[in-house]
């Protein structure tokens, strides 16, 4: 049986003109395959979310994620999306 991936991203700000992403969600996607929630932090004074992590742990993943949402017709450069072929 085939994994559904399901990815998440919540704005409760949609009145203003910046988007403001509150958490994420993700589900069968890299390496995330239980769901995952992350809370952004939404306070005015120390509006930053620092994601940190041992090498593997989805800090890249979470990078794509966002990369694929808001650019969906763009191919993203970096050297996580890109395959080698050796033969």
Known sequence: MKKETKIRLYNMNMRKPKII????GLENFG???KYNEINF?????KNVT???GKIGSG???IFQV???VLFPEEKSNNKANQTETKN
């Open 31 to 33: 390496s995330f395959f």
């Open 50 to 52: 620092l994601i940190t």
């Open 59 to 61: 800090k890249t993943t």
């Open 41 to 45: 932090s939404t306070n005015k004074n």
């Open 66 to 68: 966002f990369w694929w």
């Open 21 to 24: 992403f509150t958490k994420l």
